[in-house]
């Protein structure tokens, strides 16, 4: 028996005095689940999903997408805010959870600046202002006097309530000194549709989804919404550059784990979602979605950046008394 006992009690001992690091470094030992907090088909979910492919080889392991939609991104990412640290879910989010859905749900289950241990910031993609053709102006400055001059006339279309295409009206608002009517949709598709219709004047949306419109003539771009021009459309201004000093509106992507998830975890993921976007693919793929990729792609590139973009939102939401309930 002594024999017999010997071996194993050496394994045991052995395994005993792996150091803390060694074990670490078995990370990960099985599939990663990145969460995306919208439903399936969107633009996060479309990039996730190329990534999740991409961090297969840097981490060994697969990488599951799953879908947790609902309540503007925060159903999501409240179910990563409150799952194991250990590094095994992870949220692809967007800068609806992660900085501007705090100011504008009274009940929210995170808090975006404390429940999350940051791991890296993708990038953005910028928001354009394209009008209907039928409105009688080619630039910023054309439609802000024709606004001005017409009070309440011009409308603009949402993805709904809260959502950055919503906020870039009250900013534009603001900063230019219109009364252009809000009309929130159920989503950016119904949005679009109405846009191109005629029955809304113009819209705050993502490039992607308006570059194939602005080709084919069927909708008039006017700026971008966002701090420097766009390789999609490199000729065209941003609203900042037309006089609106330092509006931006752009859709910020980061991936977070739960907070306490171990630093040499977060070191690890970051370096493989760093691998994955270094891709020519995937380099291909933000281009072509017109996605800035972020200079600063730390952990604590990311936690600044949510630091000063909570504040942000939450001195305009307050300013224009939005709220979500």
């Known amino acids: 028996m002594k024999r017999l006992f010997t071996p194993l009690l050496l394994a045991v001992a052995a395994i005993a005095a792996v150091p803390p690091a060694l074990a670490a470094d078995a990370y990960p030992s099985r599939p990663v689940t990145l969460v995306v907090p919208f439903p399936p088909g969107g633009p996060t979910d479309a990039l996730a999903r190329r990534l999740a492919e991409k961090l297969k080889q840097p981490l060994g392991q697969t990488v599951i997408v799953e879908n947790r939609a609902g309540a503007g991104g925060n159903i999501g990412s409240e179910y990563v805010a409150a799952a194991k640290p250990d590094g095994y879910t992870i949220l692809f989010g967007t800068s609806g959870p992660l900085a501007i859905n705090v100011s504008l749900y009274k009940n929210q289950g995170y808090n975006p600046e404390t429940s999350f241990a940051p791991i890296i910031r993708i990038g953005h993609l910028p928001n354009i202002l394209v009008v209907n053709p039928s409105v009688p102006a080619n630039n910023a400055q054309e439609l802000i006097a024709y606004a001005k001059k017409n009070p309440d006339k011009l409308s603009y279309a949402s993805s709904g309530n809260g959502a950055s295409s919503h ?47 602005i080709k084919a003539g069927k909708l008039r771009a006017i700026g971008l919404a966002s701090a420097q021009r766009s390789d999609a459309l490199p000729d065209l201004p941003t609203l900042s550059e ?36 270094s891709d020519p693919a995937i380099e291909q793929t933000l281009r072509s979605q017109g996605i800035v990729r972020a200079q600063d792609q730390t952990p604590q590139g990311l936690s600044s950046f949510i630091t000063a973009e909570v504040p942000k939102w939450r001195t305009l939401i307050k300013s224009a008394n939005v709220s979500i309930d």
């Open 167 to 213: 906020l870039a009206g009250i900013l534009f608002n603001q900063m230019a000194g219109t009364r252009i009517m809000h009309i929130p949709y159920k989503g950016t598709g119904p949005a679009l549709n109405d846009l191109l219709g005629g029955q809304v004047s113009m819209s705050f949306t993502d490039i992607l989804t308006a570059l194939p419109y």
């Open 242 to 277: 037309q006089g609106l000093s330092g509006y931006d509106v752009s859709v910020f992507f980061g991936i977070v784990a739960p907070k306490a998830t171990p630093p040499e975890t977060v070191a690890k993921l970051n370096q493989a979602f760093q691998t994955a976007l």
